[in-house]
């Protein structure tokens, strides 16, 4: 599957976990059907799937049952970015064998502020180790987690030597025009926005996929945004996009991924829990969140 073809709606599908932390394989299976109807992609296994919270093997695990379960129904980047590149390509290396359509892989994390030959050398070491047309890699850009920012240059050099994919989770379109500028001459590449926060802008300026936390627990109104602005109704996709921006106030006011499992739950679905550090949300907090979902008419 080549790289334009990820597009539409994305989610960062989250891991469901039991109560002692191990994987909780009926959540997962259930939160993969109750996005399916609405999803072009999944991306799972990264930041709301808390990959960087498990050990190799139960990275695996989880990427094996999300595989399972989806059956071919929609594509899957896995996520395989760690801290070192040794076990980033472990992990991409399995997701390839495994049935993944692409991974994708943040910067190297722990490791702040390195210099733009060592970002390129992990990201081209897993291109050599997976990377093809069929089977492409993706940059995660996310500064914020990693310490690690893409910066244009890089991600132009990459694109010479081969990548044809990037996740952009910056949260700044003028970051995402610069690095629109920067693979402008490979019109097969995928410059995928990596939130929602800013999808009809980054759309506007030719994105066709969106990888979105709000994909998770409201995919239908994702789908609706993405649906409106491809039939050309850009105006009800701001409205659309308006409601979103609603709802991110709404998760934004405890650690998101406890918020996320909790609205899992209101909606009917078994996400099981958050893996630790992170822990439920406190019942006042879930009155709290129930109150303000119900005021914007979305439960």
């Not at 539409?8 to 009926?26: M, R, V, W």
């Not at 059907?33 to 695990?61: C, N, Q, W």
């Not at 995660?140 to 890089?154: E, K, L, M, T």
Request: overall charge positive; some cysteine.
């Amino acid at each position: 599957m080549k790289a334009k073809e990820f597009k539409g709606i994305i989610p960062p599908l989250q891991t469901a976990f039991t109560e002692d932390g191990e994987i909780h394989e009926k959540g997962v299976r259930a939160m993969v059907r109750f996005t399916l109807p609405h999803v072009g992609a999944f991306y799972p296994v990264g930041t709301y799937g808390s990959g960087p919270l498990m050990s190799i093997d139960e990275r695996k695990k989880a990427l094996e049952i999300i595989l399972d379960e989806t059956a071919g129904k929609a594509p899957v980047i896995a996520h395989v970015g760690c801290a070192d590149t040794k076990s980033a390509i472990e992990l991409a290396k399995h997701a390839k064998k495994a049935g993944a359509r692409a991974v994708g892989a943040i910067s190297p994390y722990y490791s702040p502020n390195l210099p733009d030959d060592f970002l390129f050398g992990y990201f081209n070491d897993i291109m050599q180790a997976v990377n093809e047309t069929e089977f492409p890699v993706f940059v995660y850009n996310n500064g914020h987690y990693s310490q690690n920012a893409v910066s244009p240059a890089v991600l132009k050099r990459l694109a010479k030597s081969g990548l044809r994919g990037c996740k952009d989770s910056s949260f700044d379109l003028v970051n995402y025009y610069y690095f629109r500028d920067a693979v402008a001459e490979y019109p097969d590449f995928n410059l995928i926005i990596g939130t929602e926060a800013i999808f009809v802008p980054a759309f506007e300026t030719g994105a066709r996929g969106c990888v979105c936390g709000i994909g998770n627990i409201f995919p239908e109104i994702m789908r609706k945004m993405y649906d409106e602005f491809m039939a050309g109704n850009v105006k009800a996709s701001l409205e659309t996009q308006d409601l979103i921006l609603r709802i991110r106030s709404v998760i934004k006011q405890w650690p998101t991924l406890s918020i996320l499992h909790a609205i899992l739950e209101m909606r009917g679905v078994d996400a099981g829990f958050p893996r630790r550090p992170y822990l439920q949300c406190p019942p006042e907090m879930k009155a709290r969140i129930r109150g303000q979902l119900r005021e914007l008419r979305v439960i």
